[in-house]
């Protein structure tokens, strides 16, 4: 519970009003067998199922939900984690893959939560429109910004930092502290995103405090040449 807290308070330090929310779900392998040795003795791998919700502009993870995997459809941890993101700070775009369409995802999402959801239909051309079931997944197939629906990308891109950072193998051995570890994980990443948030912010405003000086000098030349004029 503690973890979770930490993890949703880093959002809170960047200074957004409203939370631009992905969702997604990635593997970490649990077996500590070779991939030689499972696939020659077809042992089943095992692995843990991080889903998360993350302001996809600032890139901050702001809640996760973690599983054992083979598990259920990735769908059951959508409401968990958006009502909870909702609770830190609102809701302003939520999307998804299409592994997350279902009619009531968008009725919490626009309804309840006050958001607007883009979650493309999974059935687009298979399935017309007529026969496709709830108003907003009608809405979905007729049309959505794709350039909202893309900034889902950079969920992925989060995902690809924790893997290169910290690897795709989970070490723990116990169910409890596999769960920590990824949580753990998290946080590492969500303090390294900050940390370069901030020397962005920081040359951002150093280079606008150089061009202002700039500016200055050039105004105050401009004044002393009118002057011996």
Same mark, same amino acid.
């Given at each position: 519970?503690?973890?979770? $807290? &930490?993890?949703?308070?880093?959002?809170?330090? #960047?200074?957004?009003?409203?939370?631009?929310?992905?969702?997604?779900?990635?593997?970490?392998?649990? #077996?500590?067998?070779?991939?030689?040795?499972?696939?020659?003795?077809?042992?089943? @791998?095992?692995?843990?199922?991080?889903?998360?919700?993350?302001?996809?502009?600032?890139?901050?993870?702001? @809640?996760?939900k973690i599983r054992r995997a083979p598990t259920r459809h990735d769908n059951i941890d959508f409401k968990p984690?958006?009502?909870?993101?909702?609770?830190?700070?609102?809701?302003?775009?939520?999307?998804?893959?299409?592994?997350?369409?279902?009619?009531?995802?968008?009725?919490?999402?626009?309804?309840?939560?006050?958001?607007?959801?883009?979650?493309?239909?999974? =059935?687009? @051309?298979?399935?017309?429109?007529?026969?496709?079931?709830?108003?907003?997944?009608?809405?979905?197939?007729?049309?959505?910004? $794709?350039? %909202?629906?893309?900034?889902?990308?950079?969920?992925? #891109? &989060?995902?690809?930092?924790? $893997?290169?950072?910290?690897?795709?193998?989970? #070490?723990?051995?116990?169910?409890?502290?596999?769960?920590?570890?990824?949580?753990?994980?998290?946080?590492? =990443?969500?303090?390294?995103?900050?940390?370069?948030?901030?020397?962005?912010?920081?040359?951002?405003?150093? %280079?606008?405090?150089?061009?202002?000086?700039?500016?200055?000098?050039?105004?105050?030349?401009?004044?002393?040449?009118?002057?011996?004029?």
């Amino acid at each position: 519970m503690m973890l979770g $807290k &930490i993890i949703s308070s880093f959002i809170l330090f #960047t200074g957004t009003r409203h939370i631009f929310t992905g969702i997604d779900a990635t593997g970490f392998k649990i #077996t500590h067998t070779s991939e030689y040795y499972s696939i020659k003795t077809r042992l089943r @791998k095992k692995y843990a199922k991080l889903s998360m919700g993350a302001d996809v502009l600032k890139q901050i993870i702001c @809640k996760v939900k973690i599983r054992r995997a083979p598990t259920r459809h990735d769908n059951i941890d959508f409401k968990p984690i958006i009502t909870r993101i909702a609770k830190i700070k609102p809701l302003s775009v939520v999307v998804a893959d299409k592994g997350y369409d279902s009619e009531d995802n968008h009725i919490l999402v626009r309804e309840k939560l006050n958001g607007y959801s883009i979650i493309p239909s999974r =059935y687009e @051309k298979d399935v017309p429109i007529w026969k496709t079931r709830g108003r907003y997944r009608k809405e979905m197939k007729r049309r959505y910004n $794709k350039i %909202l629906y893309n900034q889902r990308n950079k969920d992925e #891109t &989060i995902v690809s930092v924790i $893997k290169r950072l910290f690897g795709e193998h989970i #070490t723990s051995r116990l169910i409890r502290m596999q769960n920590r570890e990824l949580v753990y994980r998290c946080i590492a =990443y969500n303090a390294h995103r900050m940390l370069k948030l901030v020397i962005i912010r920081w040359i951002l405003q150093s %280079l606008y405090h150089i061009y202002c000086i700039y500016k200055l000098s050039q105004s105050d030349t401009i004044n002393q040449s009118n002057g011996r004029n």
